[in-house]
């Protein structure tokens, strides 16, 4: 049985590295709070006789060694990593959850058919290095490493330096390989909407996440004198993106009742106060369920851009192309009847944010737990999840790991339910 308690004490613990004002956190990927944060966690894992390792793409993980080390292993977790002016829950609540319920499983001395993983993800908020989710996407087999060590932060920094860097204050954890088997993986999240909380329920069976794009935007155009170029001579590439966000919005935040558009990141140059801007880049986040409805919007942002911009340059730079998808159903008819024996109301609702569990989704029967947060915040410092609803979701799974952890074969058949 996990203990609540101690739950959420580690999770307010682990609140305080990064705290910023409001209760917030800033726990970027690869920067030192992170570090503090891969220490605070690995000793608590040590605690309960886990075994910590990492890999190339600092992806942490905390092994309660099975019977059969070599059989595909239970993965469970989430992401320790945050936005800039994030919260207390969001990725961290699924980390210490997942290492609740292994510690149990330690604790109760029986020793399970497999190992049983804690897993934190590297930069799944991509707040830092963009896009996110590159340590399961890494390690996947979706995104060459090269590739993700080439990209670099607003700061200039490599993600490859900030990789090196952050891996040798870990000189003594073994490296497990990128894409290894995974027989079955569980992440437990606050559900950052506000599905969960009107309807009063304390677990959500997650059906699968909205499908997601995301581009970068250049547009350029030509620097110069605010107070002498005259204006049917100006290449304003500020005037231009103004033009570009406004019939995207119009076009493609106004296509579908149920699409979410949103430019998130502008970066003038060379944002002076007299200049005429020579250059703007911004970026497009676009998600909707339906992957016909997401493809046909995608497909309309380059043209528009290219019919605003004018007299600038455009070029738009693709990133991130996650079509919807569906997750086990037979791990969600687990979660459920775990819910069930232990009293707790659950229902099934879509993810509308992305999770690195869509990425292991394509590796290995994969499921999601959400609880509640107030409002359905999220990214803020305001983000809350009652202690009773972490509680509940953490008890749920528990229980689903423990029929993983001890099942005869994974995947796991309907017929196979303890």
């Not at 140059?269 to 493809?295: K, M, T, W, Y």
């Not at 509640?372 to 202690?387: F, K, L, N, Q």
């Amino acid at each position: 049985m996990t203990d609540p308690d101690r739950l959420w004490r580690r999770l307010m613990a682990l609140a305080e590295i990064g705290a910023i004002p409001g209760g917030g956190v800033d726990r970027q990927a690869l920067t030192e709070g992170e570090a503090e944060a891969w220490r605070r966690v690995i000793a608590w894992g040590r605690e309960a006789g886990l075994d910590p390792q990492t890999d190339a793409a600092a992806n942490l993980f905390l092994v309660l060694p099975g019977r059969d080390r070599a059989a595909p292993p239970v993965l469970l977790g989430s992401h320790l990593d945050t936005q800039p002016t994030g919260g207390r829950f969001d990725g961290a609540a699924g980390v210490l959850a997942a290492l609740d319920a292994v510690t149990d499983l330690a604790a109760s001395g029986r020793v399970p058919a497999r190992d049983c993983v804690v897993v934190a993800w590297m930069n799944e908020e991509g707040s830092r290095f963009a896009p996110g989710m590159m340590g399961s996407e890494a390690y996947c087999g979706l995104r060459d490493l090269a590739a993700i060590r080439a990209v670099r932060d607003a700061d200039g920094i490599g993600a490859g330096d900030a990789l090196d860097r952050f891996l040798a204050g870990f000189p003594d954890l073994p490296r497990r390989p990128l894409a290894a088997p995974v027989g079955a993986y569980l992440e437990l999240h606050i559900e950052q909407g506000p599905v969960l909380e009107a309807a009063g329920i304390p677990v959500g069976i997650v059906t699968g996440i909205q499908g997601k794009k995301t581009y970068s935007v250049c547009l350029s155009g030509a620097e110069g004198h605010a107070g002498t170029l005259a204006m049917a001579e100006r290449r304003d590439a500020v005037a231009a993106f103004a033009r570009c966000a406004c019939a995207l919005h119009r076009e493609i935040g106004g296509l579908d009742p149920t699409i979410k558009f949103t430019i998130g990141r502008v970066q003038v140059r060379p944002n002076a106060p007299s200049v005429v801007a020579g250059e703007v880049r911004f970026s497009i986040d676009l998600r909707h369920p339906d992957n016909a409805v997401l493809d046909a919007a995608g497909a309309r942002i380059a043209p528009l851009c290219r019919a605003e911009a004018t007299p600038c340059a455009v070029a738009v730079t693709p990133l991130v192309d996650a079509p919807s998808n569906g997750f086990d159903p037979v791990l969600r008819e687990r979660i459920g009847r775990a819910a069930a024996a232990l009293g707790i109301p659950a229902m099934p609702l879509l993810s509308a944010a992305g999770h690195d569990a869509r990425h292991l989704a394509g590796l290995a029967p994969s499921a999601m737990i959400f609880i509640p947060c107030r409002s359905g915040i999220s990214h803020a410092p305001a983000e809350w999840a009652e202690p009773a609803h972490l509680a509940a979701g953490a008890a749920v799974l528990a229980r689903v790991l423990d029929d993983l952890a001890f099942a005869d074969a994974l995947p796991l058949a309907r017929g196979d339910a303890r």
